[in-house]
Structure formats: structure tokens, C-alpha cells
């Protein structure tokens, strides 16, 4: 009988070198691993000792980890194609709401005049509901008592006149809004009304720049006129 090689089922330093070398043509990592691990595995197979050959069951794992590997990356691959196309579509599809004011978290109201548009957003009813308007100083111009009031988001105006009956320059002003039920205090979130400028496509989603210089997602948005 001739000389068996390897019969303890390794492979040679030499060969594994010769596998890890340079290659004509790119390919993917998994590709690549393929290569290789067919590579070692025929050549176990073509050095295996008859007397000891390979466990069929050890060949079986080892097949079946390529398998899920390959399975993966192919399944990441997809992953990525179906994200940028739904990302473009989102972006399409937000871009129709360039030039829209929409209502969004902040205590600002730009009073132009004629009037100044903000909200309330609440998240239970409320027994009482009041807006204070103070302007860039902190100085209080105007309470509102808009009473009892059902959850949900409210839409306000104000008309640019104070406490005193005078009328305001244009500008930029703050509010702030305090709700109580059964004599507690309750939530109520204050809204803004900005416009929407333009939108920005990224890696982390479709952001809405906003009139007030900031950005937001459209998960933000609480109304849309």
C-alpha cells in the first residue's frame, strides 16, 4: 500500500498560502469565501485516509454555516436596495409638501400683522385651557382663557392686540399655555406653525428643513395645512 498524505486531515501551510494569495478579478467577501472554503474542502477530501476518512456529519456543518452565510449577506444586500428605493419614494413623496405651514413642537408665533397662528395639543381633555403671549422680553401681552376643552390638537390665532387693547408691531413672539383637570394641573404640548422650506435625503431618513432653521422628521409633524 502506498504512503498516505496528511492523514490526520489538515492541510498544508503552503496550500492555505497559496489560497490566500492574490487573485485575478475582484470579488465579494462571500464570494471570495466560497472560493476558498471549496478549495480546502476538495483537498481534504483528495488527502483524507481511507482508513479515517472525513465525518460526514462535521462536512454537513461546515456546509450548512457557508450556507447561512451566504444567505445573510444575500438577505443584507436586499435589505439595502429596498430601504434606498423606499427612501426615494419617501422623498418624492415629501417633497409636495414644500411650501406647506405645518404645526410642529415650539412656543414661537410669528405675528405678521394681521394675525399670529400657533396650536395646543392635548393629550387628555382639559376642564381649562390658558395662553400667555409674552413678547422677546419675557413681558406678558395677552391671556387667553379658552375654558374647557376636548383632547386633541387645537389650532389658535391671535389677533395681535394685548391686555390693553393696544395692537402689536410684527415680530416674533412666545407663548406658553397651562391646562388644570378637576383642579390639577394637566399636559398640553405647545405647537408652532412653520413652513416648510425644503427637505434634505440622508442615511438617517428624510428630514424636513423647517422657516425656524431647524429640521425635522415627518414623524414630527402634528398638523399639515
Same mark, same amino acid.
Given at each position: 500500500? =502506498?504512503?498516505?498524505q496528511?492523514?490526520?486531515?489538515e492541510?498544508?501551510q +503552503?496550500l492555505l498560502?497559496?489560497?490566500n =494569495?492574490t487573485?485575478?478579478g475582484?470579488?465579494s467577501?462571500?464570494?471570495?469565501a466560497q472560493? &476558498? @472554503?471549496?478549495?480546502? !474542502?476538495?483537498?481534504q477530501?483528495?488527502?483524507?485516509d481511507p482508513?479515517?476518512p472525513?465525518d460526514n456529519?462535521q462536512v454537513?456543518?461546515q456546509?450548512?454555516? !457557508?450556507?447561512?452565510?451566504?444567505? *445573510?449577506?444575500?438577505?443584507?444586500?436586499?435589505?439595502? +436596495?429596498l430601504? +434606498?428605493s @423606499?427612501?426615494?419614494?419617501?422623498?418624492?413623496?415629501?417633497?409636495?409638501?414644500? /411650501?406647506?405651514?405645518?404645526?410642529v413642537?415650539g412656543?414661537?408665533?410669528h405675528f405678521d400683522g394681521t /394675525? $399670529?397662528?400657533f /396650536?395646543v #395639543?392635548?393629550?387628555e +381633555?382639559?376642564?381649562? !385651557?390658558?395662553v400667555?403671549?409674552?413678547d422677546?422680553?419675557?413681558?406678558?401681552l &395677552? #391671556?387667553?382663557s379658552? =375654558?374647557k376643552?376636548?383632547e386633541? *390638537?387645537?389650532?389658535l390665532s391671535w389677533?395681535g392686540?394685548?391686555?390693553? $387693547?393696544?395692537?402689536?408691531d410684527? =415680530?416674533d413672539y412666545? @407663548?406658553?399655555?397651562?391646562a388644570t383637570?378637576?383642579? #390639577?394641573?394637566?399636559?398640553?404640548?405647545?405647537?408652532?406653525?412653520? &413652513?416648510?422650506n425644503s427637505?434634505?435625503?440622508?442615511?438617517?431618513?428624510?428630514?424636513l428643513n423647517?422657516?425656524n432653521?431647524?429640521s425635522?422628521s415627518?414623524n414630527?409633524?402634528k398638523?399639515i @395645512?
Amino acid at each position: 500500500m =502506498g504512503t498516505i498524505q496528511n492523514t490526520n486531515n489538515e492541510v498544508s501551510q +503552503s496550500l492555505l498560502n497559496s489560497i490566500n =494569495g492574490t487573485k485575478n478579478g475582484k470579488k465579494s467577501t462571500v464570494e471570495d469565501a466560497q472560493d &476558498r @472554503f471549496m478549495t480546502l !474542502l476538495v483537498t481534504q477530501m483528495k488527502n483524507q485516509d481511507p482508513l479515517n476518512p472525513l465525518d460526514n456529519a462535521q462536512v454537513t456543518s461546515q456546509l450548512a454555516q !457557508l450556507s447561512t452565510v451566504t444567505g *445573510i449577506d444575500k438577505l443584507n444586500t436586499t435589505l439595502e +436596495s429596498l430601504m +434606498s428605493s @423606499f427612501q426615494s419614494s419617501q422623498s418624492l413623496q415629501v417633497s409636495n409638501l414644500i /411650501g406647506h405651514d405645518v404645526l410642529v413642537e415650539g412656543s414661537a408665533i410669528h405675528f405678521d400683522g394681521t /394675525g $399670529g397662528y400657533f /396650536g395646543v #395639543e392635548l393629550p387628555e +381633555s382639559t376642564d381649562n !385651557l390658558t395662553v400667555t403671549i409674552s413678547d422677546a422680553a419675557g413681558n406678558k401681552l &395677552r #391671556e387667553i382663557s379658552l =375654558g374647557k376643552q376636548n383632547e386633541g *390638537i387645537i389650532p389658535l390665532s391671535w389677533d395681535g392686540y394685548t391686555d390693553t $387693547g393696544t395692537k402689536v408691531d410684527s =415680530g416674533d413672539y412666545t @407663548f406658553t399655555i397651562s391646562a388644570t383637570t378637576a383642579g #390639577e394641573k394637566a399636559t398640553a404640548n405647545a405647537l408652532s406653525l412653520e &413652513r416648510i422650506n425644503s427637505i434634505t435625503s440622508s442615511s438617517s431618513g428624510v428630514k424636513l428643513n423647517l422657516s425656524n432653521a431647524s429640521s425635522i422628521s415627518t414623524n414630527d409633524l402634528k398638523q399639515i @395645512f
